[in-house]
T-cell receptor
Framework: NAGVTQTPKFQVLKTGQSMTLQCAQD?????MYWYRQDPGMGLRLIYYSASEGTTDKGEVPNGYNVSRLNKREFSLRLESAAPSQTSVYFCASRYRSGQTSTDTQYFGPGTRLTVL | QQPVQSPQAVILREGEDAVINCSSSKALYSVHWYRQKHGEAPIFLMILLKGGEQKGHDKISASFNEKKQQSSLYLTASQLSYSGTYFC????????????FGKGTSLLVTP
């Protein structure tokens, strides 16, 4: 069981370049999430997918797009990277059963992105 | 709605106790606590539900006060390994799909 995996671990982009961050989970979770983490700002939700086939905006969606490719995979795309998108990006997944006492959310190891 | 955590930072000597608070401006349904070490992913600690009892394992426990719309994380007899940043993630209803996280509380335990 690998849990939540993310690729790449590190990336440096130039302003205007595009890239896709990949995320996969092998826990049969229905919900998946993308967060960004900046110093002093905590974890801010970019987009989420409550179930396969659905995606919704979070708190800071501008400049990003997402694709829920299948139940396992949820990718985040930066179409035209900007220095303000320099951050650590975490993917997470969770099984929403309606019994919240067991609905633990698990995080991937993160992608450290620098936009020059 | 992002919950508010306090304090922002705390420094302890090994063996001392600490309390970290997480407050919401809206009624809470559940609170999830995480700890993150520098350069690593947040690691799950525990979930507290509305109407549920205080939870804990080892020397870390938490409570949920529905009236105050607040949860508190208690670290007793702190160990060096407790150092890190603690985050609370909240849900305001059972129909919500994503956790809203606070800005975190940085905890440093010194020898």
């Amino acid at each position: 069981n690998a849990g939540v995996t993310q690729t790449p671990k590190f990336q440096v982009l130039k302003t205007g370049q595009s890239m896709t961050l990949q995320c996969a989970q092998d826990m049969n979770h229905n919900s998946m999430y993308w967060y960004r983490q900046d110093p002093g700002m905590g974890l801010r939700l970019i987009y989420y997918s409550a179930s396969e086939g659905t995606t919704d905006k979070g708190e800071v969606p501008n400049g990003y797009n997402v694709s829920r490719l299948n139940k396992r995979e949820f990718s985040l795309r930066l179409e035209s990277a900007a220095p303000s998108q320099t951050s650590v990006y975490f993917c997470a997944s969770r099984y929403r059963s309606g019994q919240t006492s067991t609905d633990t959310q698990y995080f991937g190891p993160g992608t450290r992105l620098t936009v020059l | 709605q992002q919950p508010v955590q306090s304090p922002q930072a705390v420094i302890l000597r090994e063996g001392e106790d600490a309390v970290i608070n997480c407050s919401s401006s809206k009624a809470l349904y559940s609170v999830h606590w995480y700890r993150q070490k520098h350069g690593e992913a947040p690691i799950f600690l525990m979930i507290l539900l509305k109407g549920g009892e205080q939870k804990g394992h080892d020397k870390i426990s938490a409570s949920f006060n529905e009236k105050k719309q607040q949860s508190s994380l208690y670290l007793t007899a702190s160990q060096l390994s407790y150092s890190g940043t603690y985050f609370c993630g909240t849900e305001n209803s059972n129909s919500g799909y994503a956790l809203n996280f606070g800005k975190g509380t940085s905890l440093l335990v010194t020898p």
